[in-house]
């Protein structure tokens, strides 16, 4: 593939992306606005999923491969391979948060081409807010530049976190006490991919967590990097399959949270 159509096969599923996101951000507020209705299904410990998540994720998937029929799909519910160009996708990051009347969640689909995050998009149909990136063409909000903050300290940053089931309940206090001692403030908000997407508009300095699934990271991941912020090399050994730990970080941090964490 020539440069020039290299450019045209990411920008054709840039833009059919981030129409597709809100389309299916629309979807998931019907549901949201009708919770009562909704079926939902235990997954593993503390791990739902719902009709909702189904559906959205459908929509997202027929809508791609009707574009680009060449394309392959990993995701949150249905699985899939990992093949040299395919989409990830979640269809609802935070889908605790959403079954709950929780408005902390998002619609996230990153596209992957050898290996590379190409495309990033995480939608938060709450606020109205589509985040978007194409490697080399750095990260918007509704079409507006973003960058990650300008923080250099600890005791000055905002720093989110998750806690999954697979990771040693030790380990994670151990890191929200480091932090707590350098008087960092700290959240958890239930959204991975919403959360990250937030350091790379400045809301937030940082964001870890010692396991992530690749369709709860890659879309934030492209994000912080093309807004100028640090992230973990999630892609190294089975990331892109079994997930990996995730941190990211505003640079002015990064080499705290590096040593607070043991992520990188």
């Not at 899939?80 to 929780?102: C, E, H, K, L, Y």
């Not at 750095?138 to 300290?153: D, F, L, M, R």
């Not at 399959?241 to 505003?250: A, D, H, K, R, S």
Request: charged share 20%.
């Amino acid at each position: 593939m020539s440069e020039n159509q290299d450019s045209c096969h990411l920008a054709q599923r840039y833009l059919a992306a981030c129409a597709i996101a809100r389309c299916a951000g629309k979807l998931a507020l019907r549901y949201f606005a009708d919770l009562s209705q909704l079926t939902i299904e235990v997954k593993g410990i503390q791990d739902v999923t719902s009709k909702a998540d189904h559906d959205v994720e459908e929509l997202i998937i027929s809508n791609l491969a009707q574009s680009f029929p060449e394309d392959g799909f990993l995701a949150e519910e249905r699985g899939g391979v990992a093949g040299s160009q395919f989409w990830v996708i979640d269809p609802i990051d935070g889908t605790s948060n959403f079954v709950r009347g929780i408005p902390f969640f998002c619609i996230a689909i990153a596209y992957v081409l050898e290996r590379q995050i190409e495309i990033g998009i995480v939608y938060d149909p709450v606020a109205d807010e589509l985040f978007a990136a194409r490697r080399g063409c750095g990260a918007t909000c509704n079409g507006k530049p973003i960058q990650v903050s300008k923080c250099s300290e600890l005791a000055k940053a905002t720093v989110t976190f998750d806690f999954h089931s697979k990771t040693p309940i030790d380990r994670c206090l151990t890191i929200t006490r480091t932090l707590l001692e350098a008087h960092c403030n700290t959240r958890s908000l239930g959204a991975g991919a919403l959360a990250i997407a937030q350091v790379a508009d400045g809301h937030f300095d940082g964001y870890w967590n010692l396991h992530h699934y690749p369709w709860d990271a890659l879309a934030g991941l492209l994000l912080v990097q093309e807004a100028g912020g640090w992230t973990s090399d999630f892609l190294v050994g089975k990331g892109l399959t079994e997930g990996n730990p995730v941190l990211v970080c505003t640079p002015g941090i990064r080499d705290t949270l590096i040593a607070a964490t043991g992520i990188r």
